[in-house]
């Protein structure tokens, strides 16, 4: 269990209880580190029933998260980047706080309906008079 509470920003701050970690067999290249130890991070974070993310925001991480979280709604960041247990525990909480604050940002503005122009208007009925001439001329010739 990870005992230090992970602060997100000033409105949310995530409890060490609510985060656990496991300590797991990196694969890869590393030889006799590699190995022996168990360096590679498994952060596991229950998004669905943690009180300390607003609504909005939990439902932003669950569909940001895609297929890192459980049918629970356990959320899970396997970091094994780096040779040793400490880097990798860091950046794996590195990573749910980048989750987490793209999950808090505040939704886009609502798109605003624009009107064409009236030169645009004007323009593109010229050309679709213009072609529809063109088209016109393609056909059999008129027989006086």
């Not at 290249?29 to 029933?49: C, E, M, R, W, Y």
């Not at 890192?68 to 040779?83: C, D, Q, T, Y």
């Amino acid at each position: 269990m990870a005992s230090e509470p992970l602060y997100i920003n000033e409105n949310i701050v995530i409890a060490g209880w609510e985060l656990t970690e496991q300590f797991v067999l990196a694969g890869g290249p590393g030889g006799q580190n590699v190995n022996k130890v168990s360096t590679a991070v498994q952060l596991f974070f229950d998004v669905q029933a943690s009180p300390s993310l607003p609504e909005r925001v939990r439902a932003n991480a669950l569909k940001l998260a895609g297929r890192r979280v459980s049918k629970e709604g356990v959320l899970m960041i396997e970091a094994n980047r780096f040779r040793s247990r400490e880097r990798n525990r860091e950046d794996a909480r590195e990573r749910l706080k980048e989750l987490i604050l793209k999950a808090a940002e505040p939704p886009p503005p609502p798109r605003r309906k624009t009107k064409p122009t009236r030169g645009s208007i004007e323009r593109r009925l010229k050309e679709k008079s213009g072609r529809s001439e063109i088209k016109k001329l393609r056909g059999r010739p008129g027989g006086d």
